[in-house]
């Protein structure tokens, strides 16, 4: 099983940066994809973006060209690097995890979510 813990969200004025963290811990083989999703208040929550265990990335086009995804998998970890923050980007992030068991089972995990606020 896996743990996810993300760290990095906070207060930031429009055009700012911020720069999310997630970190696996626990006892699994190997991490798949992770990803970065968000949650706006009274909104369902979106993929912003995704990373294979060899780097392939994804985004979202509401992001493209100013998120970047990247991770460290001899950390088990994701980054999220935020730049030109909009007050739309605000939300709850959450990092998620596909993980392979020792199991051979996969499973996905979530991290508990980590505030983003753009504002002035």
């Known amino acids: 099983q896996a743990q996810l813990v993300e760290s990095g969200g906070g207060l930031v004025q429009p055009g700012g940066s911020l720069r999310l963290s997630c970190a696996a811990s626990?006892?699994?083989?190997?991490?798949?994809?992770m990803a970065w999703y968000r949650q706006a208040q009274e909104k369902e929550r979106e993929l912003v973006a995704s990373?294979?265990?060899?780097?392939?990335?994804d985004y979202a086009d509401s992001v493209k060209g100013r998120f970047t995804i990247s991770r460290d998998n001899a950390k088990n970890a994701a980054f999220l690097q935020m730049n030109t923050l909009k007050p739309d980007d605000t939300a709850v992030y959450y990092c998620?995890?596909?993980?392979?068991?020792?199991?051979?089972?996969?499973?996905?995990?979530w991290g508990q979510g980590t505030q983003v606020t753009v504002s002035s």
């Open positions: 990373i294979t265990n060899v780097g392939t990335t």
């Open positions: 998620k995890a596909v993980v392979r068991e020792w199991s051979w089972r996969i499973n996905d995990y």
């Open positions: 626990g006892s699994f083989h190997s991490i798949n994809d």
